[in-house]
């Protein structure tokens, strides 16, 4: 009897905990979760700007990386509670809900602190990434390459010739506020789409795309990428897939980046396998800029300075001779080259009796006169010695001094391009500089005085002689 008792409470016990073990818990389940992850996803790649497409991509990828990983891994448990999860695979969500909310913050308060904290954020989701494939046997995507798809060889484009600059008088502003001013009428290198017959004819080559990670060769059909409607299977090496993507697969903009996302595939037994793998398209056309150049001269400034007049004056027949010696004003210099004496009188008397036929005296620049100065020797000397004479002159000669002038040279909005550099004249004796640039029509930045500057896909550099700022876009010049 006793041992029946005991029996019956033995079994009562065991229905109380099984009936506790099948009571839901609650909260979302694990399929809500990683659906919720999926939507954030897709949420913060079309919320993010040109900018953003190319400072946070890797923590863009890294977050889709690690999402596509926990939903390979939770799809058997896509109807348990998410909190009956072992906490290593929780800790892992919690691992790219933070790198979402970094990202969240980055595209909401644009700035060199928020790019870091969510660089430092997928740093961390990567290392959970590496840590997942430790525990099984199932397929992870680690990184793949290229992280930016180049820009289109054939563009049907032309490039003109620029304008030579005009030269704009010192009081135009440096600044260019609201866009970029041009000296001249809008023309300067500007690419236009050519006719037919003047289109480029080169052939782009394929993309390759190459995926690394764990456990991806497996037996059986090989793993696929699909992007758009096109479909290839890999060429499989040791953990890694090779893909030759035709170009024209990315649909590519004419002025701007864009994301174009491609599905890898990968068959393990009776599942079918998918991961996310988002690529930045580069435009066909990579921008524009715009120098401006404080340019310091002189400028020739010249007046006329008539001297006082020198009298001398001689007793009844006696020669007077009288040197006078002028220097220029302060910060001017004479112009000897254009200066001329002039006899403003000659009076001569005979026994009171005026005539000026009675003075031969002269007026003249003296020989011995320095070289900053003009001399002038006046004199007065009788024609006969009963006479008396007075001589009045002076001279007039041209003033002349450097002035400095600021001035403002512009190039004008001018077109980068993929293929060749730009080169843009260093004007002598500049004093300062500004270089406005803007890049797939969304990423301004100005440089200033800095010709070792860069930024992605744009190197800027002096030329050899230093005559001339090159500035070349380039694909591979990547952030």
């Known amino acids: ?61 890294e977050a889709s990386l690690l999402s596509d990983a926990l939903a390979v891994r939770s799809e058997p448990d896509l109807e348990r509670a998410f909190e009956r ?3 290593t695979r929780r800790q892992a969500f919690a691992d790219v809900d933070a790198l979402n909310a970094a990202l969240e913050d980055a595209l909401a308060r644009p700035g060199e602190g928020g790019r870091l904290a969510a660089v430092s954020a997928a740093a961390r989701a990567h290392a959970t990434l590496e840590a997942l494939g430790n525990g099984d046997d199932l397929p992870l995507v680690l990184l ?39 000296a001249d009428p809008p023309g300067p ?41 096109w479909r290839g299977e890999a060429t499989r090496t040791p953990e890694r897939l090779h893909f030759l993507v035709p170009r024209h697969v990315f649909p590519t903009e004419a002025t701007r980046t864009n994301f174009v996302s491609g599905t890898l595939s990968i068959r393990r037994a009776s599942r079918t396998l998918a991961f996310e793998l988002p690529f930045v398209v580069l ?43 002028f220097d220029p004003p302060a910060g001017w210099r004479f112009d000897k080259a254009h200066r001329r004496v002039l006899i403003v009188e000659r009076l001569g008397w005979q026994d009171d009796i005026p005539d000026a036929t009675l003075n031969g005296g002269t007026v003249e620049f003296a020989a011995d006169e320095g070289p900053e100065q003009i001399c ?35 190039s004008g909005v001018r077109a980068l391009d993929w293929r060749e550099a730009v080169r843009v004249p260093i004007e002598p004796g500049i004093a300062a500089w500004k270089l406005y640039v803007r890049m797939f029509d969304e990423i301004d930045r100005a440089f200033e005085d800095d010709a070792s500057a860069s930024l992605p896909f744009l190197r800027i550099a002096s030329s050899a002689d230093g005559k001339s700022m090159v500035l070349q876009a380039d694909p591979a010049a990547e952030p």
């Open 144 to 182: 793949f390459t290229p992280r930016f798809v180049p820009p289109r060889r054939a563009t049907g484009e032309l490039t003109l010739s620029p304008r030579v600059a005009r030269t704009l008088p010192a009081e135009t502003s440096v600044r260019l506020e609201g866009g970029v001013r041009s």
């Open 283 to 325: 435009p066909d056309r990579p921008g524009s800029f715009a120098l401006d150049q404080k340019v310091m001269g002189t400028v020739a400034e010249s007046k006329t300075l008539v001297s006082p007049e020198i009298l001398a004056r001689a007793a009844v027949g006696e020669t007077r001779n009288l040197r006078r010696c």
């Open 85 to 87: 999860l072992p906490a």
């Open 189 to 229: 290198t500007v690419p236009r789409y050519a006719p037919s017959f003047a289109a480029g004819d080169d052939d782009d080559p394929p993309v390759a795309v190459e995926v690394v990670g764990l456990h991806l060769v497996t037996p059986g059909p090989a793993p696929t990428l699909t992007i758009g409607k």
């Open 376 to 410: 002038l020797a006046v004199s007065a000397r009788p024609a006969t010695k009963a006479a008396r004479t007075a001589t009045i002159g002076r001279f007039e000669a041209t003033l002349v001094r450097d002035r400095p002038q600021e001035r403002v040279v512009q």
């Open 1 to 61: 009897m006793l041992a029946a008792v005991v029996l019956c409470a033995t079994a009562g016990g065991l229905v109380v905990l099984v009936g506790r073990d099948e009571t839901p818990v609650p909260g979302p389940t694990v399929g809500e979760r990683l659906g919720a992850l999926k939507a954030e996803r897709s949420r913060l790649q079309a919320r993010s700007d040109g900018k953003a497409r190319i400072s946070l991509l890797a923590p863009l990828r």
